[in-house]
Nanobody
Framework: QVQLVESGGGLVQPGGSLRLSCAPS????????MAWYRQAPGKQRELVAT?????STNYADSVKGRFTISRDNAMVYLQMNSLKPEDTAVYYC?????????WGQGTQVTVSS
């Protein structure tokens, strides 16, 4: 059974930082491209950052220069710096391979003073 478990969310003040982690199980992580998405209340889920199997990264314009996606043999991370209230959302980890797409349950990030 495939599971993606996100952690690291929480409440942070504007300008603060958080590091999200995604722990996949039931898949061979090296065979998957990985991504972080987010969904704010009343909005559609949006792509935040992607990382290929080879380590190439891509970011939404809204987070460029502030967020960094990375991966190792077992985990995927999203380092979030200079957080803004508009970054408030549930953040989801996604694993993709041709014909397969798996999602985690999400972790809440709230940016508020």
């Amino acid at each position: 059974q495939v599971q993606l478990v996100e952690s690291g969310g929480g409440l942070v003040q504007p300008g603060g930082s958080l590091r999200l982690s995604c722990a996949p199980s039931g898949i061979t992580l090296s065979r998957y491209a990985m991504a972080w998405y987010r969904q704010a209340p009343g909005k559609q889920r949006e792509l935040v950052a992607t990382i290929t199997r080879g380590g190439s990264t891509n970011y939404a314009d809204s987070v460029k220069g502030r967020f960094t996606i990375s991966r190792d043999n077992a985990m995927v991370y999203l380092q979030m710096n200079s957080l803004k209230p508009e970054d408030t959302a549930v953040y989801y980890c996604n694993a993709q391979q041709t014909g397969f797409s798996f999602w985690g349950q999400g972790t809440q990030v709230t940016v508020s003073s």
